[in-house]
């Protein structure tokens, strides 16, 4: 699958491409929603045909900050505004946005819970962080603001889940690697053994410390500069005496470069004050995972506050890390949709109505499950046909496979929310449309014919197949009711791949079938703490 990732901020919306559990391509691109909401539906289309040109996006991960803007009177209305632009610009596309909860919901359930999707996107970093460090600080540092959240036990662990109650717990700093105006640093700095306070005109950012001390670059300082002029060391410079209200006749390099290196250490001291404050609730923790545009920031500070230092794009690469909030929405999202769960109906259902009714009734609200059809009477014909002579090994191995093809369209016609996939790739793309797959394999087996031709070959060694192919941790094999005894194919234990957790449920077993499919739920990666 093919899933772009956003996080759209109230002055920089940023979007990244997953594919195959890794960020291949990641976009920040300044735009300021107070400015013209009504423009944000071309730049969405804009970020997505820069990174997917040949227009092939399954799904859509969104998380937001925009709503923030002082554009908006409330939250809910900022919400809306932007779930707008994502449905104006992609349609009837596959939209799923990210929840404080760690869930993903669509557009319509988002505009009813408002909160639960506004300014979630630290959640989504902090739980693609817990995946690999089980007891850590995040530390994500952006252009405007710093996240410092903790990870206890695999799990994320904050005090505050709102803005405001962040902002009071010391998990939200409003200091970024950029657009923090100076004063917004440090009150006052000592420069050449004098004490000074800053102008609180905004006549420099943090953006021009970072440049003129070399740890940014012109291209990193996006949405324009205090004074409009260019964002080079020298302009920088410029806007750096200002802050004293003085200019580059007054004050000469040195003095400058002391200016900066005062406001640095002080953004340091800050941001470090914090990390140790969080840190010292869970003594568990010794590392800071750092990330955003902002991570040597993040660095310097968490060796200050005594923390380890591991690089978030150490595992997921640079450009996922300097977008990191899109970059997890997207791999969350991707975990999400994977196939976790194989269900093998068998044919011989179909002499039992009310229990066939029941169990695609219980698939049909399933997620993340792929659905392989049995033989049924279809594949008894061809058997029939082989016991008398009429057809050979591989005419009657390819002719029962071809009637799990029929089976599977009778399936797809009983089930709302079913339809019939022909492979891997389309039914991974189902799942992702809110569909439950129902496979219809001979095009996919003809193409590897991976099994032997024989009858001890059933469709219960193909699903095990099946489920090897989709990485499923669950292959949940449906029976007649009240089956007992033998229940599968005697080549079904060379079909099953290492590690699959395999349920035999006879169809009038519903507790079972719920179990079966619930455990496969659970052997995902788990979320919260």
């Given amino acids: 699958m093919i899933i772009l990732g956003w996080d759209v901020g109230g002055s920089n919306t940023k979007v990244c491409r997953v594919e195959n559990g890794r960020a291949v391509q990641a976009l920040s691109r300044p735009f300021e929603v107070k400015d013209g ?59 799923h946005v990210f929840t404080v909860d760690g869930a993903f919901v669509p557009p319509a359930v988002a505009r009813q819970h408002p909160l639960e999707v506004a300014a979630a996107n630290w959640m989504a970093t902090a739980m693609l962080t817990a995946r690999i460090h089980a007891n850590a600080v995040l530390v994500d540092i952006g252009t405007t603001t710093t ?33 923090t105006p100076v004063e917004a640093l440090a009150a006052g700095v000592s420069v050449q053994e004098r004490q000074y306070t800053l102008a609180a005109e905004c006549f420099a950012t943090a953006a021009d410390v970072h440049v003129w001390r070399g740890d940014l670059c012109a291209d990193d300082v996006t949405g324009g500069t205090a004074d409009g002029r260019p964002a080079t060391r020298d302009a920088a410079g410029h806007r750096l005496a200002r802050a004293l209200c ?214 219960d060694s193909i699903a095990a197949w099946v489920a090897g192919q989709a990485g499923a941790s669950t292959l949940v094999l449906v029976k007649a009711p009240g089956a007992s005894g033998r229940l599968v194919d005697a080549y079904f234990e060379r079909a099953v791949p290492a590690g699959l957790d395999v349920h035999v449920v006879p169809a009038d077993d519903q507790g079972g079938l719920k179990t079966a499919l619930y455990l496969g739920r659970l052997m995902a990666p788990p979320t919260t703490a």
């Fill in 37 to 95: 909401p009504e423009r944000l539906p071309l730049l969405l289309q804009a970020l997505a045909a820069e990174v997917a040109a040949d227009g092939a996006i399954d799904a859509h991960a969104v998380t937001m900050t925009a709503e923030l803007s002082r554009v908006f009177l409330t939250k809910r209305e900022g919400v809306a505004s932007v779930l707008d632009a994502l449905e104006a610009a992609f349609g009837d596309a596959s939209i």
């Fill in 246 to 459: 003085s200019d580059r006749e007054l004050m000469d390099e040195q003095a400058v470069g002391a200016l900066a290196d005062a406001l640095a250490l002080a953004q340091v001291e800050r941001v470090a004050g914090t990390i140790a404050r969080v840190a010292a609730r869970h003594p568990s923790i010794r590392h800071a995972v750092v990330a955003g545009l902002g991570a040597f920031i993040a660095e310097r500070a968490a060796r200050v506050a005594g923390l380890q230092v591991v690089s978030l794009a150490g595992a997921h690469g640079n450009a996922a890390s300097r977008c990191a909030p899109a970059s997890a929405v997207a791999l969350l999202l991707e975990e999400r949709l994977a196939i976790r769960t194989v269900v093998k109906v068998g044919g011989s259902l179909l002499a039992h109505e009310a229990e066939l009714t029941a169990v695609l009734d219980r698939l049909d609200a399933a997620a993340g499950t792929l659905v392989v059809p049995g033989g049924g009477p279809f594949a008894n014909a061809v058997r029939d046909s082989y016991a008398r002579g009429d057809v050979s090994d591989d005419a009657a191995h390819w002719l029962a496979v071809r009637a799990m093809d029929q089976y599977a369209d009778v399936l797809a016609s009983r089930m709302p929310r079913g339809v019939c996939v022909t492979g891997l790739a389309d039914a991974e793309r189902a799942v992702a449309a809110g569909r439950v797959p129902i496979l219809a394999p001979s095009s996919w087996l003809r193409e590897t014919d991976p099994l032997p031709h024989s009858w001890d070959v059933t469709s």
């Fill in 147 to 179: 996240d410092v959240i903790p990870i206890v036990d695999g799990g994320v662990a904050p005090e505050g889940r709102t803005d405001p109650a962040r902002l009071a717990t010391g998990e939200l700093l409003y200091t970024g690697a950029v657009r």
